[in-house]
């Protein structure tokens, strides 16, 4: 029991809240998916595949609200009773604070017990630069669903997020790596809402009319002669829109193309996302 107890401690854990949960059937439940690490360790990324049964559970939605992630490695995705997603913590996180990883929404289907857990095979790394595979304890969450008494009529409703407050802003850059689409220009952008979180994003190059889009964005105009507008949604329909106009855009390439010394934030950030994805190939390879 010492040791048992001992090496949780000293290990990192990623658990749910609430552990568990009476509901009905159509009622939707949130559970968030915390980080602690009893600041032991500093940790900077993570693989992680949650699983549940679909017989009982379906998975309504998800939010990034708060999240200690900031940079999405794959963007979360739901696929026959596993939701699984890859993000970074840019610095790392060792607070001895819980952190947010993600929100979850899910709606009782079918009545009986149903256990959501975090897959043996996720990961977690150390922000050592080797790309360490951190010691992790993974816990569980079970929600109960029972059948209404009577129905109510807010159990069918839709999930819907009803804040007003557009995501944080956000400076889109424009960079150029020969690791990144064979040296040609790309647009980096990334921003955080802290209530509902990010839905996705929008980018229109000229007049053009906006499209989905993720970063980094291969550039369609690589005569970089025309602004570029990246539109950020968040989950309850509030939009930001932050604008590069052609004038910057230039700037910026005699920036990349006459100085080595110093590149921007945001292109460091998106080579790490490279390195890190190199890090993940390589873990797998050596199983």
């Given amino acids: 029991m010492f040791f048992s107890v001992s090496g949780k401690a000293s290990a990192a854990e990623l658990f749910f809240e609430p552990r568990e949960i009476d509901t009905v059937i159509n009622h939707i439940e949130k559970v968030e998916i915390f980080l602690e690490t009893n600041g032991s360790e500093d940790i900077n990324a993570f693989e992680i595949k949650v699983e549940y049964p679909p017989k009982f559970l379906k998975l309504k939605d998800w939010s990034d609200g708060n999240s200690i992630i900031s940079l999405w490695i794959k963007e979360p995705k739901n ?27 899910f709606e009782g289907c079918k009545e009986g017990r149903a256990e959501i857990k975090i897959k043996d095979n996720s990961q977690i790394l150390l922000n050592d630069g080797f790309g360490t595979k951190a010691k992790a304890y993974f816990s569980r969450a079970v929600i109960n669903i029972k059948s209404p008494e009577e129905e109510s009529p807010k159990s069918k409703l839709p999930l819907k997020f009803t804040e007003n407050i557009p995501p944080e802003p956000f400076n889109p850059a424009v960079s150029r790596a020969d690791e990144i689409y064979g040296g040609n220009y790309f647009l980096i952008f990334s921003t955080q809402d802290k209530d509902s979180g990010i839905d996705y994003y929008e980018i229109s190059e000229g007049e053009e009319p906006f499209r989905i889009a993720q970063s980094p964005y291969l550039l369609r105009n690589q005569k970089l002669n025309e602004k570029v507008r990246v539109r950020a949604v968040d989950k309850a329909g509030n939009k930001r829109i932050e604008i590069v106009p052609a004038k910057q855009i230039k700037k910026a390439e005699k920036k990349i193309t006459k100085s080595n010394l110093v590149l921007p934030a945001l292109l460091l950030l998106a080579l790490l996302v490279v390195f890190v994805k190199y890090l993940y190939n390589k873990i797998r390879k050596t199983k």
């Fill in 79 to 105: 696929n026959n009773g596993i939701f699984s997603f890859q993000g970074i913590v840019p610095g790392g996180y060792g607070d001895s604070k819980k952190g947010l990883l993600i929100t979850l929404y």
